[in-house]
């Protein structure tokens, strides 16, 4: 969910580049910066925030002001974990920036709504389905992946709506008419093209997704 310059206070704008600076060092200062020096693997990781980056170009306008976009938030969190899927995630919405989708005050504000919370959500569904679900390939498949993605997305948009709620921009009236019935729309295909990719690479190439442990989910039992 894309939100403009312009639409909200300047108090938004600014305190969202504060935050994002502190949750960027952090994530900066405990990122695991060894596995990109390894060649095949950075190309992996430019790569596919390359091939992310016309996703980002076919988007649909909800309401004006509000677009709606692919975000691959929980691709890049399952195949590098969040602290380089963060990384990567400010590499897309800056290359959006630069092609003139978005504006570099609203930078901050979007890589929160679009970057961080889906990625705490994707992260959060990896960590819970670890902890207490079985070591099974289906269920990182459709849990970890389709339903993680659609719940990251999800969220996202809940996130967007409530800042443009708080912020006076829309009524609850309006978004509960508007934008909630396109919710679980919306969240479809987000779930549709992650879990199918993922399930693409850890059939051919479980060595893409950082995520996926062959010992914990393919052995024998």
Not at 127 to 151: D, Q, S
Not at 196 to 214: K, N, R
Request: proline share 5%; aromatic share 14%; with cysteine.
């Amino acid at each position: 969910m894309s939100i403009p310059y312009g639409l909200l206070a300047d108090v938004w704008y600014i305190s969202a580049a504060l935050f994002a600076v502190l949750l960027l060092t952090i994530a900066a200062s405990s990122a695991p910066w060894h596995q990109l020096r390894e060649s095949s693997r950075l190309h992996l990781y430019l790569g596919t925030c390359v091939l992310l980056m016309p996703l980002w170009l076919i988007k649909t306008a909800i309401l004006p002001g509000l677009e709606y976009h692919f975000v691959g938030a929980t691709l890049l969190t399952l195949m590098f974990g969040w602290r380089l899927a963060l990384a990567g995630m400010t590499v897309l919405i800056g290359s959006a920036v630069v092609n003139g989708n978005l504006d570099w005050p609203s930078y901050a504000l979007n890589l929160l709504v679009m970057g961080a919370v889906p990625i705490t959500v994707s992260h959060a569904m990896l960590y819970a389905t670890e902890r207490w679900l079985p070591a099974n390939f289906f269920i990182y498949i459709f849990v970890v992946a389709y339903t993680g993605a659609a719940l990251a997305v999800g969220c996202a948009v809940l996130c967007a709506v409530t800042v443009l709620w708080m912020g006076g921009i829309y009524t609850f009236a309006q978004l509960g008419d508007k934008l909630f019935p396109l919710v679980v729309l919306l969240m479809v295909p987000e779930a549709f093209v992650t879990g199918m990719l993922i399930t693409l690479m850890v059939v051919f190439y479980p060595g893409w997704v950082g995520t996926f442990d062959d010992q914990r989910y393919l052995r024998r039992r």
